[in-house]
Structure formats: C-alpha cells, structure tokens
C-alpha cells in the first residue's frame, strides 16, 4: 500500500505546475522566443484583451497594421490574415497612432492620410476583418484645415470614439484638435461644432500626445506648446474638456493647464496620461533642464483633479529618473504609464546615452506617493542594453505580467498574481510568496466554485509533514491563506497542497 500510494504521488508531482516565484522586471523567457515575439517588427501601441490575447498596432510609415498574438507570445493565426490585418488595400492608410477595444471587442485603429490631411479610423471585428458598417466600407475619414496629424484615440462609456492630434486650423498657428466620432463612425453633431473642437495654446504651436475619458466622461488631453523657429523649447501642456467638447473652466485656467514656468517644470513633453481612482491625473514626461546643459531626465508628474501640482507625489509633485546611470550626457524618457491593481506605477520608455548616439529599453515602477518600489527589477529600474531600442507602450495581462513593445513585443515577470484554481482539473497555478521561505508565506488562489479543501505540505518523497487546513469550506472567489512552517522542519526542498479529496494541485517551495 506504501508502495502504491508513493507512485500516486509521483504522478502528482510530475502532473503539478511547480512555480517559484522569479525577480519581478525580468524578461519572462517562457513568452515567445526567450521573452519577445519574432513577427511584426514594429509594434507601436499594445492592448490586451479580456482573454490575454494581445493586439499591436504600427506600421512601416506607408501602411498601418495590426497583429494578434496568443497570451503565450505566438501568433493568433485565426486573426486576419495569418495573425495580421492591415490597411494596404486603402491608400490614404499610414503608420498608426492609435487602437482603442471597444466593449463588443471591436477595434479601432487609427492613423494619419498620407498627405497629413485627415483622420483615418479603421474598424476592425474580432477576428481581424474590415468591419462594413464603419464609415465606409470598414473606413472612417475626416479633414479639417490644411493639415491634421497623429490621431490618439479614446472611447467613451457609451462607446462613441474620441481621436485628438494636432493641425493647421487657421494660420500659421497649430492648435490641439478633438473629434467625436458616432458608434457608427460618423461626426457627432452634440459635440463642439459639428464634431469637432480646435483649441490654440497660448504659444502657437501646440499638439495633443494622448486621450483618456474620465468616469464622469470629461476628456483629459496631454501634450506640449512650443515656439515658432529651429529651436524646440517644449513646454507641458494639459487641458480638460467637458462632455460636449466645451473646455471646463473647473479645470486649470480655463480648461487649460499650461505652459509650466516654475523652476520645477523647466522644458519637455507629457507623453502619456492616465486617471487614479481617486481621481489624480498622473502623466508620463521627459524634462530638459536648460541649467543643467539639457540633460534630460524621464519624468512622472501628478496633478490633483482640478489640475493643480500633487505636491505629495514624489518631490514637488515630479519623479525625475535617470535610471542610475553615470553615462555622461544620458538622457531618458518615459513614454507610457500604466496603474496596476495596486495602485502602484509602471512606466516605460528610454535612456538614450551621448557617447554612441545610443537608446536602449527603460522600465521603472513607483510606489503611489512617486518613491522607487526596490521590489522591482534592480533597485526598481530594468535597463535593457540591446543595442537600441524604446518601450513605447505597456499593458498587464491578467495575470499581471506586463507586455511591452519596442519593435517586438516583450513580456516581463510581475508579482505573485491571484491564480485560478479549478480543482476538476490539473494545469491551473498555485502561487505562494515569498519563496523560499523561511517561517512564513501566503499561498493565493480563486476557486471556481464553493470547494471543501485541504492544505498540505509533502516531502519530496511524498511523505506528509504538515497540515494546514483540514476539510475547511472556501467560497468561490479569491482567498489568501497565511501559512506558518513548522519551526522543526529542516531546510529544503517541500510540495505544498491543495485538494478537495477528489483532485489536487501543488507547488515546489523551498524552505530555507
């Protein structure tokens, strides 16, 4: 009997997901080929999709295209055309700037016309072809004034799409420009004047980086203003309209937040925005500090909601890093931002180093006050040494590894996620931390339905040692267990276990 239930627990063992918890910020090499895709290689802003499913969208600067990849990094055959779907068939198609998901799982792209003319909107169904009923033929297209450029997108509750770029409206002025477009693709008439809102800065030249909707549905724009002439002095700019395209004079000065002319705030761009639930405003920027031979530094800003510096974020409301390099002439960049479940922030970007003219990935996470979580990466920074390269754009998958793009997609290890454990079958994780152990972990799961379990901890030898829970009922949903190892148990090698008396599923820990 001793004998069959020791073969029993070898096929256990060998039939368990065995997961020790790994280095959040390193390259998780089991996605893809050793941790990034080999397919579209210019991948601009990335999505994940309810089922993990990943979208990019870039293009070549002739045509805009989007790729679909399984959760594993393969290509998602069953998406267009052999994982792609482009707009080559279109000639006023470009390179793309924008992808929103609306919540029927459409998607919309959008690009720039090739003469930098109008708004190009695409609609694609979920499998990748031209959605027919959008604007034209799966097409939606709008001008406006001698020139308009790099539409970003963002999608209102009730699913009407917002594009904003910049154009050439009136004179030799470039204002920051807002289209609502119908969920049919059409103009929506409610909104500004006859779908359109054009809004000049106070310095003439001014463009919009990036969209985001607030749960209330006001339109928060990010970018820059500039000057006229061949040198570039960048200045933030912000702006917060009200649901029909009106600027909300709650908001800043009249709407508008800009330019930043405290010593703080010396030059640069706001990249990326994204809104806290408590409703804080935080941007992803570069700064170029004029006193300091311009060099720059990535940059994190947060505003309160009515548009006013966040003075408990970071110092003076700013993160500025450098990413600890002692390149002499470095500059960095973050170019995207995203909040976790936790509320703590992943940002993306670039350090670019004077010596060899050379850009390489950058990532960094933050607490939400802006301090440096030191859990992540190396002293929560991870700088990526390829040879050039940025993170443009960044995502979590649900179980929140984080997917990047810089060219390929990449996809990078994160902390211990809420596993899902179905005990009718035997492929589902169990994720415990820290691991190894030394006296004491949390072991995290979700059941699929009220279970009776048991918790266990074998020998590699399939000899019971401990026990944790007995026969105890658990709700369907998330649960934390707090384990404490036997203070006796020597150091090693452990299977920890959690069954329902009809299946089991376990994980390796190693006690130290």
């Known amino acids: 009997m001793k004998q069959l239930n020791l073969f029993l627990f070898l096929?256990?063992?060998?039939?368990?997901?065995?997961?020790?918890?790994?280095?959040?910020?390193?390259?998780?090499?089991?996605?893809?080929?050793?941790?990034?895709?080999?397919?579209?290689?210019?991948?601009?802003?990335?999505?994940v999709q309810p089922n993990d499913?990943?979208?990019?969208?870039?293009?070549?600067?002739?045509?805009?295209?989007?790729?679909?990849?399984?959760?594993?990094?393969?290509?998602?055959?069953?998406?267009?055309?052999?994982?792609?779907?482009?707009?080559?068939?279109?000639?006023?198609?470009?390179?793309?700037?924008?992808?929103v998901l609306q919540q029927d799982g459409k998607i919309v792209v959008s690009s720039s016309g090739v003469n930098a003319d109008q708004f190009v909107l695409a609609r694609y169904n979920s499998n990748g072809q031209l959605d027919h009923s959008f604007g034209t033929n799966g097409l939606s297209k709008?001008?406006?004034?001698?020139?308009?450029?790099?539409?970003?997108?963002?999608?209102?509750?009730?699913?009407?799409?917002?594009?904003?770029?910049?154009?050439?409206?009136?004179?030799?002025?470039?204002?920051?420009?807002?289209?609502?477009?119908?969920?049919?693709?059409?103009?929506?008439?409610?909104?500004?004047?006859?779908?359109?809102?054009?809004?000049?800065?106070?310095?003439?030249?001014?463009?919009?980086?990036?969209?985001?909707v607030q749960p209330d549905g006001k339109i928060v724009v990010v970018g820059l203003s500039d000057t006229i002439g061949s040198s570039y002095h960048w200045k933030y700019a912000m702006?917060?309209?009200?649901?029909?395209?009106?600027?909300?004079?709650?908001?800043?000065?009249?709407?508008?937040?800009?330019?930043?002319?405290?010593?703080?705030?010396?030059?640069?761009?706001?990249?990326?925005?994204?809104?806290?639930?408590?409703?804080?405003?935080?941007?992803?920027?570069?700064?170029?500090?004029?006193?300091?031979?311009?060099?720059?530094?990535?940059?994190?800003?947060?505003?309160?909601?009515?548009?006013?510096?966040d003075s408990s974020f970071g110092v003076n409301g700013l993160v500025l890093e450098d990413f600890d390099t002692a390149f002499i002439g470095s500059g960095s960049s973050f170019a995207d931002l995203i909040l976790q479940p936790d509320n703590k922030i992943i940002t993306v970007g670039m350090l670019h180093y004077n010596f060899n003219?050379?850009?390489?990935?950058?990532?960094?996470?933050?607490?939400?006050?802006?301090?440096?979580?030191?859990?992540?990466?190396?002293?929560?920074?991870?700088?990526?040494?390829d040879g050039g390269g940025a993170l443009w754009s960044v995502a979590l998958q649900s179980t929140g590894k984080i997917i990047s793009t810089t060219g390929y997609v990449y996809r990078f290890l994160n902390d211990p996620d809420l596993g899902t454990v179905d005990l009718s079958v035997s492929d589902n994780p169990l994720l415990i931390y820290p691991n190894p152990i030394q006296s004491q972990a949390s072991l995290q799961y979700t059941l699929t339905q009220e279970e009776k379990i048991s918790i266990e901890l074998f020998e590699m030898q399939g000899k019971l040692v401990q026990q944790f829970i007995t026969n105890e009922t658990r709700a369907t949903g998330k649960h934390e267990e707090v384990l404490h190892l036997n203070e006796l148990l020597p150091a090693g090698s452990y299977i920890l276990s959690i069954g329902n008396g009809k299946n089991s599923q376990g994980v390796k820990i190693v006690k130290e």
């Open 53 to 99: 499913r990943i979208l990019i969208v870039g293009g070549t600067g002739i045509n805009f295209g989007l790729c679909r990849f399984k959760s594993n990094g393969k290509v998602d055959s069953s998406f267009g055309n052999n994982g792609r779907a482009t707009g080559n068939s279109d000639p006023d198609g470009k390179e793309s700037s924008g992808m």
């Open 239 to 309: 702006a917060r309209y009200n649901t029909d395209g009106t600027l909300d004079n709650s908001f800043g000065t009249g709407g508008l937040v800009e330019p930043f002319s405290s010593t703080y705030y010396p030059e640069g761009i706001l990249y990326s925005v994204l809104i806290q639930p408590d409703g804080k405003i935080v941007a992803a920027a570069d700064y170029f500090d004029p006193d300091f031979a311009y060099e720059g530094f990535a940059c994190i800003i947060r505003f309160k909601t009515h548009g006013t510096i």
């Open 357 to 385: 003219d050379s850009t390489c990935m950058a990532m960094a996470r933050y607490n939400n006050n802006g301090s440096i979580d030191t859990t992540f990466g190396l002293n929560g920074r991870v700088v990526i040494y």
């Open 142 to 212: 709008t001008g406006w004034g001698s020139f308009i450029q790099y539409p970003r997108l963002a999608i209102q509750s009730d699913g009407k799409i917002i594009a904003g770029g910049r154009g050439f409206i009136s004179g030799s002025t470039r204002d920051i420009i807002l289209i609502r477009y119908n969920t049919d693709g059409s103009l929506d008439n409610s909104f500004g004047n006859g779908g359109k809102v054009n809004t000049p800065l106070t310095r003439p030249i001014a463009d919009c980086a990036s969209i985001k």
């Open 11 to 47: 096929i256990f063992l060998h039939s368990c997901s065995f997961n020790v918890i790994a280095q959040p910020g390193l390259i998780d090499s089991s996605f893809g080929i050793n941790g990034h895709t080999n397919s579209f290689p210019w991948a601009g802003m990335v999505i």
